[in-house]
């Protein structure tokens, strides 16, 4: 409600924010540029949840490590997109939504056929981004697109350039436990109970088209810790960074290290520090941490 009323009568720009709750960047930033974020249905037994809004993060990680329940995630759904799509053309130029990797979720063909549907009925024009990510890389897709937005630069200009915006970015995970991949059917029992028996967690990363993929393994946590930035600093060879988000599972203490170790290689703080979305906290549980970087 609050969103609707500042596009009434707060707006600030012509071009209309979208996301979903699984990006990952602060609610100051959220706030500031009037983002319009849908959020994703979360399923603990019979009860039911929307995604930062009736469950934060930190109630999350605290109901993963105390209940018996799986927890299950639903899409935001065509008819969610549909009402933001519609309310929003009726108050702005156009709309650009940001929405995670379609390998992980069927959020990003939903609000595609919703802002087809409605564009034609409105004229406007609407438009759905594939960041080929999630948590803080969609945040910092997000980010790139919300700065230039208030640069005053195009919705051409601004979609044109996504792509190369979702070419650097990269994410980078550390799990904790192998136990949540095994129960979301990520990693199966088999290849699941012989890393447990031998202590390997695997580094995780998306690959350019948004699959989630293994990037190294680490059989501690302070060798996955190490291991990460040493990714990091590979990555960042010859390429200057644009911004970055540190990101974790109820691990402050992980967060802290990762945003040192980055001041330290970068010489900037980082956009955000954020308890990670809990779509990732399925597969990850608590203890997780991870960086999302974007490069110029």
């Known amino acids: 409600m609050v969103r609707q009323s500042e596009s009434v009568f707060r707006r600030k720009f012509p071009v209309a924010l979208v996301t979903d709750s699984t990006c990952d960047i602060e609610e100051s930033f959220t706030e500031k540029y009037q983002v319009n974020v849908i959020p994703v249905n979360i399923h603990f037994g019979e009860s039911q949840y929307l995604d930062k809004v009736t469950i934060r993060p930190e109630q999350f990680y605290r109901m993963l490590e105390n209940t018996k329940d799986y927890p299950k995630s639903s899409q935001a759904n065509e008819a969610a997109f549909v009402n933001t799509f519609s309310h929003l053309a009726t108050h702005y130029d156009?709309?650009?939504?940001?929405?995670?990797?379609?390998?992980?979720?069927?959020?990003?063909?939903?609000?595609?056929?919703?802002?087809?549907?409605?564009?034609?009925e409105s004229g406007k024009q609407i438009t759905v981004i594939n960041s080929k990510g999630i948590s803080g890389m969609s945040g910092l897709?997000?980010?790139?697109?919300?700065?230039?937005?208030?640069?005053?630069?195009?919705?051409?200009?601004?979609?044109?350039?996504?792509?190369?915006?979702?070419?650097?970015?990269?994410?980078?995970?550390?799990?904790?436990?192998?136990?949540?991949?095994?129960?979301?059917?990520?990693?199966?029992?088999?290849?699941?109970?012989?890393?447990?028996?031998?202590?390997?967690?695997?580094?995780l990363t998306l690959d350019e088209t948004g699959k989630v993929t293994v990037?190294?393994?680490?059989?501690?946590?302070?060798?996955?810790?190490?291991k990460i930035m040493k990714h990091i600093r590979s990555h960042l060879s010859g390429r200057?960074?644009?911004?970055?988000?540190?990101?974790?599972?109820?691990?402050?203490?992980?967060?802290?290290w990762y945003t040192e170790k980055m001041k330290e290689l970068t010489g900037m703080d980082p956009l955000s520090v954020m308890n990670i979305s809990p779509v990732i906290g399925f597969h990850t549980g608590s203890g997780g941490s991870a960086v999302a970087i974007m490069t110029e």
């Open 94 to 120: 156009s709309v650009i939504a940001v929405t995670l990797s379609e390998k992980l979720s069927g959020t990003w063909q939903s609000a595609a056929k919703a802002a087809r549907k409605v564009s034609r």
């Open 240 to 256: 200057k960074i644009w911004n970055y988000i540190v990101l974790h599972a109820n691990n402050p203490d992980d967060a802290a």
């Open 141 to 203: 897709l997000l980010a790139r697109i919300a700065e230039s937005v208030e640069k005053g630069f195009s919705h051409q200009e601004i979609v044109e350039r996504a792509g190369k915006w979702i070419e650097n970015s990269r994410l980078f995970i550390r799990i904790d436990t192998i136990k949540y991949l095994i129960k979301g059917g990520r990693l199966s029992f088999v290849k699941g109970t012989i890393a447990r028996i031998l202590n390997i967690n695997p580094l």
């Open 215 to 226: 990037l190294d393994k680490a059989f501690n946590r302070s060798t996955g810790l190490e």
